[in-house]
């Protein structure tokens, strides 16, 4: 069963065997949330740093609540995060005959069993244990009934009722569950569809997965999980259980604690580089470092530096950590993901955008921010901030902006130092301060008060622009004295 690799050496085949294969399982009912992201980027940074294998797998064996639309939504959001896979996606819903067989095995050997116990009686019986203060659990009517398939049967696994099952956690340490705590569990419903637990080990020892690292809710399967490695006779993957991520107050995350899923960030304008950044961090530390490219993460991630509490959310560090790789990007790392924003503002236009970014990146936290602050280049006409024209479009300033221009226009070249020194001059020969001049220009040139620094805007926008823009004002500052 499965597909064992076709390998000719030896040699060849032990390295293939200890590859590093990591999953990513989603359920498709809804859309990747941060904590899924966390996991998802948990195994692939350790595939990719181990030079192995990782493999997607969506769980749809729920048909009640999983949608195509579900999986249409994880996968670009994983597609966006960079996160890429070497294996699938399979879906569970397709893979039911090899389920079965693996349970006809199960049932072949007296490992699993037939049940007729309608919902009914189970349900009668599991209120009975409650009100007697019992734990209720499956009291193996069938268990020894020899009983054949029938209409409305399902299949149990025989679980072992002593003994203990250890969970040699990487993360956590050992855990020690009592086995007869866990009851004969369901591995087949009577509509032929495996459940959960069954399906993950069936799906993670046919895909070959050798590691297996997902949040601590799943921590209380994986004594079941062993247990049906163990009956299949399957050596067991490395499990590790990460620490749910808690909201600020320590509640579990959930929406009151921000945007829970992937794509609200890349919608708020926040880059991809930067959530990985941040979920990674939430949950693994490399000494103090707080910063990582990606290729960083790849080459330092490792299961050891996993940390056992739970990290929290916090969406002011997130803001921070994305202006930081704003800042450290290159432009042309930027200008993709930019795109879409500036068409928000209907700028399609390429030219010079990559300068227009650089003067941008210390002051923008968000993408949005960038493109709002980067839309003055890109207009045809300045329109002006109202308040602005009024404070410094006025007529005692159309002398200083007419020398301006003069000067401009015979400026030997447009560089920062040459711009600064033309202001020099002006600030001599009118006896303004810098602050008094530059405002004014600045409202021509961008609309409003607020940019990066004059003498680079004026460097970027480039002669031609920097000129027509000073006419407008100039023209503006007179029709207006004149109404
Ligand atoms: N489908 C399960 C989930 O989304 C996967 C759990 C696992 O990693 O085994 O939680």
């Not at 020969?429 to 001049?437: A, D, P, R, S, V």
């Not at 004014?440 to 926008?461: D, H, K, N, Q, Y």
């Amino acid at each position: 069963m499965g597909g064992e690799p076709k390998l000719q050496k030896d040699g060849d085949l032990d390295k293939e065997m200890k590859k590093t294969r990591t999953r990513f399982p989603p359920s498709p009912s809804g859309y990747l949330h941060i904590g899924g992201a966390r996991t998802a980027l948990f195994n692939w940074l350790l595939a990719r740093h181990d030079g192995g294998e990782f493999i997607l797998r969506i769980e749809d064996t729920d048909v009640a609540r999983s949608t195509s639309e579900s999986v249409d939504a994880i996968l670009e959001a994983l597609e966006w995060l960079g996160i890429d896979w070497d294996e699938g996606p399979y879906f569970q819903s397709q893979r039911i005959e090899i389920y079965n067989e693996y349970i006809q095995k199960l049932i072949d050997t007296g490992k699993a069993y037939y049940c007729t116990c309608t919902p009914e009686t189970l349900e009668e019986k599991r209120k009975t244990a409650l009100a007697r203060g019992e734990k209720p659990k499956y009291d193996g009517t069938c268990r020894d009934k020899g009983l054949s398939w029938s209409p409305g049967a399902v299949v149990r696994f025989r679980s072992p009722q002593t003994g203990t099952t250890v969970v040699e956690d990487v993360i956590k340490g050992n855990v020690v569950f009592e086995n007869r705590e866990l009851d004969d569990l369901i591995i087949q419903r009577s509509d032929g569809t495996p459940t959960y637990n069954f399906a993950v080990v069936v799906d993670d020892i046919s895909m070959n997965i050798n590691t297996v690292i997902r949040g601590d809710d799943h921590l209380n399967n994986t004594p079941r999980q062993i247990l049906l490695y163990n009956a299949l006779e399957y050596p067991l993957p490395v499990f590790g259980h990460v620490p749910m991520v808690l909201g600020s107050d320590r509640s579990r995350l959930s929406k009151r604690h921000g945007a829970m899923s992937v794509t609200a960030y890349r919608d708020m304008g926040y880059l991809p580089q930067a959530l990985i950044n941040y979920l990674v961090r939430l949950g693994w530390s490399y000494g103090n470092q707080e910063f990582f490219t990606v290729d960083e993460l790849i080459e330092k991630f490792s299961l050891e530096n996993i940390g056992r509490s739970a990290g929290m959310f916090n969406p002011e560090k997130l803001l921070a950590i994305n202006a930081e790789h704003i800042r450290f990007s290159s432009p042309e790392e930027l200008l993709p993901h930019l795109k879409p924003f500036l068409k928000e503002f209907n700028i399609e236009s390429d030219e010079y955008l990559c300068q227009a970014i650089r003067t941008l990146q210390t002051r923008s936290k968000t993408l949005i921010d960038m493109a709002k602050g980067a839309a003055f280049y890109f207009r045809e006409r300045i329109e002006y901030e109202e308040k602005a024209a009024s404070k410094f479009l006025r007529p005692q300033i159309k002398g200083v902006l007419q020398g301006l221009l003069q000067k401009l226009k015979s400026a030997s070249t447009f560089d920062e130092t040459t711009l600064e020194n033309v202001f020099v001059e002006l600030m001599e020969e009118t006896g303004l301060k810098l602050g008094k001049i530059a405002q004014p220009v600045r409202v021509a040139l961008t609309g409003g008060t607020v940019s990066p620094g004059i003498f680079e805007i004026m460097s970027v926008l480039g002669r031609d622009r920097v000129l027509s823009r000073l006419h407008a004002a100039i023209r503006f500052i007179e029709s207006s004295s004149e109404n």
